[in-house]
């Protein structure tokens, strides 16, 4: 492969900048047919039957945007990424400007010292950190802020508007954002249609916004990311007519499970064409950015048929990204499958 496969033209101003409301007022590109249909997502629940299952993403974003200064007088930015010790006190980060930080320097909060800055990690582009208040999490709560995606300017009003309305533990760096088109009267909508609901957590950490540098997307480096797939949502998979998977952490969560023989643990499944699907039959998901692994997986899922979908969606000015509309993609092996087993 070359990294022009997974290239597009990505005007800005489809780039979406803030959160439609409703929620589920959001469009969606309805790419499991032919010909492809346009809807809204309160319409969702029709495009399901009973017997399908929805699996979501439940991690919920920490405020994990940290604005400090160094004892020069310089600003520096830590975007914590995961936990690595149960109190909260140790993590990897991303840290602004990273070409200037020493290791053992001090970051500080309004003259009081906050973040000591560790080794580089394996990967050499995080750190190692720790945050040296008493209580590290009561802190990351009162300083810290969204940590909106680049491509998003301003802030947010509304700060749940970056949460699922399911999300329960926090420890995100980004939401899963195929979910943020969910309200509750959607959901209740779709359970009443005979559809079930499970979750899965996957932490979403460094590879959902950063993008691929190599020219073979292939030979590109995944960071790994903790996921845990309950019991009771594997054997609703096994059970259900077709698995729908929302997002494409939900999507990795569930094939890492399959792949590697585990409910939880570290993975750095990298979904790329040629990958032999396991579980999930159908995905909802946002449109991603160009060069990014999110969107080998989308090849991997639906072949070329990506680039035309992409390109319709651009025509039909579509919003793109995290705060932008939705697309349902179905494998056509797998509808075939569920169809076999209903």
Known sequence: MHISDIDYDLPEALIAQKPVEPRDSARLLCAHTDPVTHLVMSAFHQLLQPGDLIVVNNTKVLPARLLLQRKTGGSAEVLLLERKSDDGRHWEALIKPARKLKTGEVLEYFGKRVVCIGERTDAGDTFSIEITDDDPIDLINRIGVMPLPPYIRGSLKDASRYQTVYAQTPAS??????????????????????????????????????????????????????????????????????????????????????????????????????????????????????????????????????????????????????????????????????????
């Open 173 to 342: 760096a980004a939401a899963p954002t195929a979910g943020l088109h969910f309200t509750q009267e959607l959901i209740n909508k779709i359970v009443e249609k005979g559809v079930s609901i499970a979750s899965v957590e996957l932490i979403v950490g460094l590879d959902t916004f950063k993008p691929i540098s190599v020219d073979n997307p292939l030979d590109h480096v995944i960071h790994s990311e903790f996921f845990h797939v309950p019991e009771e949502t594997l054997q609703k998979c096994k059970e259900a007519r077709r698995v729908i998977a929302i997002g494409t952490t939900a999507t990795r969560a569930l094939e890492s499970a399959a792949t590697f023989g585990v409910n939880s643990g570290r993975t750095n499944l990298f979904i790329t064409p040629g990958y032999e699907w396991k579980i999930v039959n159908a995905m909802l998901t946002n449109f991603h950015l160009p060069r990014t692994s999110l969107l080998l997986m989308v090849q991997s899922f639906v072949g070329e048929k990506w680039r035309e979908l992409y390109q319709l969606a651009i025509e039909e000015q579509y919003r793109f990204l995290s705060f932008g509309d939705a697309m349902f993609l179905a494998r056509e092996k797998g509808v075939r499958d569920a169809q076999s087993n209903s």
